[in-house]
């Protein structure tokens, strides 16, 4: 099979995915906090990925465990808690539109510390979709302190992707997609569990529907959103590069959306029109270059 074709194939399973991981989150918080949404979410996917960890460890070069542990804890640990907590003020929408940053961070980020050249196209790039971002506050109209700060999480993750992709496209090549996943996220399991612990979590009535319903969102938020989902997000990284692999974040938002409308969100036209510019400056962002010499 043609290669770009499994490319866009993984592309496109990870947007469906990802972009429904909003709403699973928002499921899971109707019955639990936000930390054990994003706790459950990490241990889930451990559990799931750790029979493949133990072979993981073997595989993996010793040079480079703490490097795939730090991927883990930056580009899936913090970032499950920053959506969990931003959506207890945000609305599941306004989450996935701003996930759409991440690639612009992946730019900034390579440049700043990984040593990457900018052409002046991916320089407009960032500086459209930062004013698409200034645009999207400002089409809500009123504006808080509050729903400044929680939005800002959403923010502060994303700049945790852009580190991760850039960890995992500079330092990773070598290291099979499943080893990655299965011994970062195997790690994530007992800082996980100790979360849920402290949270209350096993002190609940586990036989309560409402308290089924949420825990099994969040389970399927963990297999699916997290464990296959970073799996086929490692391995999309090794065969199409760190900035393609970051655009999975245009189709995010589209998901995203047709989520929250499904659960009653108001969306503005002028909140699309934000996401719209914000589409445009990573598009412009990732666009290839003429000159090879540049990122």
Known sequence: MNDKLINWGIYFVLCLIWGSSFILMKLGMESLSPYEVAALRMASAGLVLLPFAVSAIK?????????VILSGILGSFFPAFLFCIAETKIDTSLA????ALTPLFTIVIGIMFFKSMVSRQKLLGVIVGFIG???LFVSRGDISLSYLGFSS??????????INVNIIGKHMNNIGSLNIASLAFGFLIFPSVMVLWFAGFFARPMMDVDFLRATSASVVLGVFGTAIASVLFYMLVKRAGSLFSSTVTYGIPVIAVFWGLWDGEHISLLQVACLGVILVGVYLANKPNKNPGTL
């Open 59 to 67: 595989q993996v070069p010793r040079d480079k465990i703490l490097m």
């Open 153 to 162: 999480l959403v923010l502060v993750a994303t700049i945790f992707y852009g």
């Open 96 to 99: 996935g539109i701003l996930n």
């Open 133 to 135: 971002l200034c645009l």
